[in-house]
């Protein structure tokens, strides 16, 4: 069956960088975009972007631009989210999503944020 | 960005009850394609979503036929005719017309 299985949870202080990964499974990786959302504590999605897996061009929304990086290694059917120079307001969960029609999500990764 | 407004940003129901949720976008959804680029998710406390509904009136895989989508250009919404216990959770309206995409801010519903 198809998967998307992400990484564990994260502790990290600011200015730090963290790497969240995001396994597909049951279907042909490069087949399907992967798509990155945050959600804040008690909060909303928001999108952030996507990556083309079949190219690996990565594609960010406007206020995902610069510190954050989209990146695959298709070998293992996994894509990341890393995110450099930590700030507090990074402090989240972030979900990625198969396919332009979001059919399937990871479990999510939380992101603490703490000095 | 295209704004999507769900109302009411609360619902309360009982088991049984039908209940609709509205979605209102600041553009129109209408592709030059033809297609509509509206979805609707669910996530349950403690979870991640789940699509429920997409391109405005599809239903999703596994998804009970108690839930429809409806609607056409900026307006939208969705019904569950008959709520279950299992549909308690935030639910909201998603827009991939436009870049970027856009959620609206959430509908919770909760058991009265």
């Known amino acids: 069956q198809i998967q998307l299985v992400q990484s564990g949870p994260e502790l990290k202080k600011p200015g730090e960088s963290v790497k969240i990964s995001c396994k597909a499974s049951g279907y042909t990786f490069t087949n399907y975009g992967m798509y990155w959302v945050k959600q804040a504590p008690g909060q909303g999605l928001q999108y952030m972007g996507w990556i083309n897996t079949e190219t690996g061009k990565p594609t960010y929304a406007d206020d995902f631009k610069g510190r954050f990086v989209f990146f695959l290694e298709t070998s293992a059917s996994t894509a990341y989210l890393q995110i450099n120079n930590l700030k507090n307001e990074d402090m989240a969960t972030y979900f990625c999503?198969?396919?332009?029609?979001?059919?399937?999500w990871g479990q999510g990764v939380m992101v603490t944020v703490s000095s | 960005d295209v704004v999507l407004t769900q109302t009411p940003s609360i619902l309360s129901a009982t088991i049984g009850q039908s209940v609709s949720i509205s979605c209102r976008s600041s553009?129109?959804?209408?592709?030059?394609?033809?297609?509509?680029?509206l979805y609707w998710f669910l996530q349950r406390p403690g979870q991640s979503p789940q699509r429920l509904i997409y391109l405005v009136s599809n239903l999703g895989s596994g998804v009970p036929n108690r839930f429809s989508g409806s609607g056409s250009g900026t307006d939208f919404t969705l019904k569950i005719s008959g709520v279950e216990a299992e549909d308690l959770g935030v639910y909201y309206c998603m827009q991939a017309t436009h870049a970027p995409r856009t959620f609206g801010g959430g509908t919770k519903l909760e058991l009265k």
């Open positions: 553009q129109s959804l209408l592709d030059s394609d033809g297609n509509t680029y």
């Open positions: 999503a198969r396919s332009w029609g979001f059919d399937y």
